[in-house]
């Protein structure tokens, strides 16, 4: 039986897994509208000639739409609290927080929280080893026998295929026993090679590079990877090779369970080990490890929205290796495909994340320069989707008519 744990962090590619409703109530709240951003290069360059001329001026009356937008989704979805963002060169910028960030306390949602990102983790994951294939310490097309022992296929699976989910490996998070033990000790540190043990107990799910499937077992091994080369522990190497450079300074890869003031709250249903559900708990002091690679990390809303385009830019990779990323591989949802740790949905390039009590989603639209961010207290999905594909099918239908991000998209495969 699939528990609603099962499926974290393998929702990513917009896709829906394990149908259940949030119990909590819903709360539509005040929105909070925080102030602008100070202007820099990094989060707001300059609009450029072919800015896309039919994004709306982000105006008094459209901003009226995106609240009702926005709480109608937190209506449908049972959202606790959301904080979302949608800027673009010369149009203006939408920046708001709905509902509660902590639903004992009733304390408000607030645009400066800190919040886990869950999958956004596999950009910075496989941003640095791009960066390591830059200096010329890997290569793409490097088998992943070369680093990591013990792999099956290891001799025939490359980075590349790992990076962009089609190695064929068995996804670790969808493993019956992982899953019981996740459901009940979620605040017990797991280590990358148990994370490996669970996926090498399945036999490989097909020839490498055949075909598309999101695997957060691929992450792990790049994580070992990028540890191999460099000589230091990954949340080292993001921070310095990859958060530092970016400008990223509130952004951060946890060890263990640490959660940084100020942070939401967040909330996910539990499951017994048999499978049923216990209910909606707050799982904010949960431990991330579990994900590592994957999902461990953690971030807020001004460095999501300069990470955006940083990641759909490729600013600290060369034209040639961000060429290579943007290379997509259908998933068999209609209009998206999957790059190098990175998807490109109806034009929209970024990613999703989900991890227990957290969504999000971070994507850049290069045709408008327009960025959007939304981050949610909870991972529950609705009628079997990702909450985050409810907010961002609501949000682009006005500000991006023509690159609507689909909120209602079949689930991609099993192993996906």
Partial sequence: ?????????????????AAALLVVPTVAGSAYAAPAPPRSAATDPPPSPDAGTDFPRLTPAVAARL????????RKTGTPGVIVGLWAPGKGSYVRAFGVA??????????????????????????????????????????????????????????RELAGMRSGLFNYSEDDDFNRVLDTEPREPLAPQQLLDYSFAHPVQFAPGAR???????????????????????HDVIADDVLAPAGLHRTLFPTGAEFPDPHAHGYTE?????????GVVDATGWNPSWSWAAGAMISDLRDLRSWARTLATGALLTPAT???????????????????????????????????????????????????????????????????????????????????????????????
């Fill in 102 to 159: 902590d639903e004992a306390t009733r304390a408000p949602m607030d645009p400066g929280l800190l919040m886990r990102i869950g999958s956004e983790t596999k950009t910075f994951t496989v941003t640095a080893l791009l960066r390591l294939v830059d200096r010329g310490k890997a290569g793409l097309d490097d088998v992943i026998g070369r680093y990591v022992k013990g792999v099956p296929n290891g001799d025939r699976i490359t980075l």
């Fill in 212 to 234: 598309f499937a999101y695997s957060n077992t691929n992450l792990i091994l790049l994580g070992l990877v990028v540890e191999k080369i460099t000589g230091r522990p990954l």
């Fill in 1 to 17: 039986m699939r528990t609603p744990t099962r499926t974290r962090l393998r929702r990513a590619c917009v896709s829906g897994a």
């Fill in 67 to 74: 609240d009702a937008a926005v709480r109608g989704a937190m």
């Fill in 322 to 416: 961000q060429a290579e990323r943007l290379k997509t591989t259908p998933t068999g949802i209609p209009g998206a495909g999957y790059g190098l740790g990175i998807f490109d949905v109806q034009g929209w390039i970024g990613h999703n994340g989900s991890i227990p009590g957290y969504e999000s989603l971070t994507v850049h639209l290069p045709q408008a320069g327009a960025t959007l961010v939304v981050l949610l207290n909870t991972d529950v999905p609705h009628a079997g989707k990702e909450p985050t594909a409810f907010f961002g099918e609501a949000l682009t239908a006005i500000a991006t008519p023509a690159h609507v991000y689909p909120g209602h998209p079949p689930s991609v495969p099993k192993s996906g």
């Fill in 270 to 278: 539990q499951s017994t080990p048999s499978g049923t559900t216990e």
